[in-house]
């Protein structure tokens, strides 16, 4: 039996016609060496129907964690698939973010021990996020700065994370003024490390959740990367009616504590004792 040597673990909560389209991106990856561990925070029927299915149609390994709804906790998770996974490098990325076909590869090419990646997302209006299809996705169509243009894609600087390569891309990496984080739908890590930080802040919901793990990784001694401009994800737009005001106080609180108690382990995630 063939080592893999990626578990991707995608975040997901009750949006299959999104998660159908990412677990395809993931079929036409260049890099197969590896396997997909979905974390359910608590989705119904349809999502469990639609994974079920698909893993007759995809050529990879589908890991699928579930745990019952009770309201945003994405943490907890994304800690219980931490663990489920097989690999020894993870790559973290959100249900509602299809991956370019060298996504993986550039993960694979830029990890380093001592190091997290820190990728980012190209944000879609959602018109477009509706129109693309399986094929699109097959043809990385949705990827074509012109393709998306001609569907209304206005211009941007932003839209330099589409059409960068080689030089440019290394250069915009290195210019880029955004400071390279733990990005929840694009940042990659040793598992040893993840683990050694115990996972995610279970008392943590909405709002840099991820953030803080990588505060907590910097604490460690572990740096960060920057692959901006190179691992590429197109974000699908959506409502985030689960947003409250208060959880977002609550987290701030915790990683102002994080930061300023040079914490590198939390003793609220996966291991509590």
């Known amino acids: 039996m063939q080592t893999l040597d990626i578990s991707v673990i995608i975040s997901t909560y009750n949006h299959p016609e999104w998660l159908e389209k990412v677990l395809w991106s993931y079929e036409y990856q260049s890099f197969k060496s590896f396997e997909v561990v979905i974390a359910d925070d608590g989705s119904d029927e349809n999502t469990i129907n639609l994974i079920e299915n698909l893993k007759?149609?995809?050529?990879?390994?589908?890991?699928?964690?579930?745990?019952?709804?009770?309201?945003?906790?994405?943490?907890?998770i994304l800690n219980k698939a931490t663990v489920a996974s097989k690999c020894d490098y993870?790559?973290?990325?959100?249900?509602?973010?299809?991956?370019?076909?060298?996504?993986?590869?550039?993960?694979?090419?830029?990890?380093?021990?001592?190091?997290?990646?820190?990728?980012?997302?190209?944000?879609?209006?959602?018109?477009?996020?509706?129109?693309?299809?399986?094929?699109?996705?097959?043809?990385?169509?949705?990827?074509?700065?012109?393709?998306?243009?001609?569907?209304?894609?206005?211009?941007s600087f932003k839209n330099n994370k589409i059409t960068s390569k080689?030089?440019?891309?290394?250069?915009?990496?290195?210019?880029?003024?955004?400071?390279?984080?733990?990005?929840g739908h694009n940042?990659?890590?040793?598992?040893?490390d993840i683990i050694k930080a115990n996972g995610y802040d279970e008392r943590m919901q909405y709002g840099g959740e991820d953030r803080e793990l990588g505060e907590r990784l910097f604490?460690?001694?572990?740096?960060?990367?920057?692959?901006?401009?190179?691992?590429?994800c197109l974000h699908l737009d959506h409502e985030r009616g689960y947003v409250i005001p208060e959880m977002i106080e609550k987290n701030k609180k915790i990683r102002a504590k994080t930061k300023k108690e040079k914490i590198t382990r939390t003793p609220f995630g996966i291991d509590k004792n």
């Open 166 to 183: 080689g030089l440019k891309q290394k250069l915009l990496n290195n210019l880029t003024p955004t400071t390279a984080t733990w990005n």
């Open 219 to 232: 604490n460690s001694g572990i740096k960060a990367k920057q692959i901006r401009y190179s691992a590429i």
């Open 90 to 155: 993870l790559v973290y990325t959100d249900g509602d973010c299809i991956a370019r076909n060298d996504f993986l590869q550039t993960h694979m090419d830029c990890r380093t021990k001592g190091y997290f990646l820190s990728g980012g997302y190209f944000k879609l209006p959602m018109h477009i996020s509706e129109l693309i299809s399986i094929d699109d996705i097959r043809n990385q169509f949705c990827f074509d700065i012109n393709w998306l243009k001609q569907h209304g894609l206005k211009d």
């Open 56 to 76: 007759k149609n995809l050529s990879y390994p589908i890991q699928h964690i579930w745990h019952e709804d009770n309201g945003f906790q994405k943490t907890i």
């Open 187 to 192: 940042a990659s890590g040793w598992k040893a």
